[in-house]
Nanobody
């Protein structure tokens, strides 16, 4: 699976951005998809994930109510709609794919494939 993430940029606090992750080589119908982020000097952390069926979405507590993950199986793309952005959301955002479809959607180790990352910078 090859993943390409894009849509990052510079936004003011309170603003919105939509990230996209396009896949090739395998359909998002058959893999779990997730978004993780890595801030300056921090470990890569879980943000949101959507199950292969699309029937379950999981979010980190820090983004609940502000971020929404979704996918378009026709376009084979996963999205992360981010609103109410805060300076602490500043990070490189990575999309990942878990072909094993493990039930633990938030475990980084389950994701075997990663995109190249897209930088989100939120100014105060």
């Amino acid at each position: 699976v090859q993943l390409q993430a894009f849509g990052g940029g510079l936004v003011q606090a309170g603003g919105s951005l939509r990230l996209s992750c396009a896949a090739s080589g395998r359909s998002f119908r058959t893999v779990t998809a997730g978004w993780f982020r890595q801030g300056p000097g921090k470990e890569r952390e879980f943000v949101a994930a959507i199950s292969w069926s699309g029937g379950r979405m999981v979010y980190a507590d820090s983004v609940k109510g502000r971020f929404t993950i979704s996918k378009d199986n026709v376009k084979n793309t996963v999205y992360l709609q981010m609103s109410g952005l805060k300076p602490e959301d500043t990070a490189v955002y990575y999309c990942g794919a878990d072909p094993t479809r493990n039930v633990a959607l938030d475990r980084r180790d389950n994701y075997a494939f990663w995109g190249q990352g897209t930088l989100v910078t939120v100014s105060s």
